[in-house]
């Protein structure tokens, strides 16, 4: 009996070794064509980024110096028309903030597309927070027309704008007035809004472009 109980255990051994070899052959072949499968992959991802790379600078060779000297020529033209553009705004007043006077709102608004008129008045220590504002955005963005209005000596258009409120801005388009911004209304932070705060909001309102 105890010769049979120790052929029986080694009988067991043996069939263990031989499930373990097999369990072992299986994982190291399914490893191994996981290997060729994520090799295969990253092989094709290399070979679409080559060819991508190749079609670009296909596309550049194709470019002919003629070409070339096209594109700078529309440029230079387009700098060109850009600064000419610039230099007739800055004659009319473009790129400063300055008082005018009442006779003078109407001619200004013909003048320029877009206007910014800041009713004003030296009293009101909120006008001046809104004139620090304004005279910096009015450098920065040349191609809209900043300008200020003393509200106790333009009672006409005080009366005509509905002016009830000051500071306030009147932001015209093409001659005609497009909106109103009473006080610091239209900030969330009111009179601590920053001048960064009030480009946003003219921008919103179209009369100026965004940050550049």
Request: with cysteine; proline share 1%.
């Amino acid at each position: 009996l105890k010769a049979f109980r120790v052929r029986d255990e080694g009988v067991t051994a043996q069939v263990c070794n031989t499930a373990h070899s097999k369990g072992t052959h299986l994982a190291m072949t399914l490893f191994e064509k996981n290997v060729d499968v994520l090799s295969n992959v990253l092989m094709q991802a290399a070979e679409d980024k080559e060819a991508e790379v190749d079609a670009e600078l296909a596309a550049l060779d194709a470019i002919k110096e003629d070409d070339i000297q096209e594109l700078r020529r529309k440029r230079l033209e387009q700098m060109k028309g850009e600064h000419a553009k610039r230099k007739q705004k800055l004659a009319i007043g473009h790129g400063e903030y300055e008082m005018i006077d009442e006779k003078d709102f109407f001619a200004v608004a013909k003048q320029s597309d877009i206007v910014v008129a800041h009713f004003w008045r030296e009293s009101t220590w909120r006008c001046e927070i809104m004139d620090k504002h304004l005279r910096h955005l009015a450098q920065k963005h040349w191609g809209t027309r900043f300008v200020k209005i003393n509200a106790e000596k333009s009672p006409y258009l005080v009366e005509r704008l509905h002016i009830w409120c000051l500071p306030s801005l009147v932001l015209c388009k093409n001659g005609k007035t497009e909106h109103t911004v009473v006080g610091f209304s239209e900030f969330a932070t009111g009179d601590e809004a920053t001048t960064e705060e009030v480009e946003a909001l003219l921008a919103k309102w179209g009369v100026i472009e965004g940050e550049r």
